[in-house]
């Protein structure tokens, strides 16, 4: 859109859009990490046991033998 010529509605041209898709994207990636730091937290000071179930070990053989 940035590449769109000046319109009646848009007398400057569309160029400010990049700015406002880099916002978007920065706030979705921050949110993102933030999640992320909050639930590794979480799993250091309530460690859970972990539950592999058969599928799980299948899958990792599967891929264990591929390489």
Not at 16 to 25: D, F, H, P, T, V
């Amino acid at each position: 859109m940035p590449g769109k010529k000046a319109d009646k509605k848009h007398p400057f041209g569309y160029g400010r859009i990049e700015y406002l898709s880099a916002m978007i994207i920065s706030v979705n990636v921050l949110y993102a990490g933030v999640t992320a730091l909050i639930e590794s937290v979480k799993k250091i000071i309530h460690p859970e046991k972990p539950d592999y179930g058969t599928v799980s070990l299948i899958n990792m053989a599967k891929t264990a033998e591929v390489r």
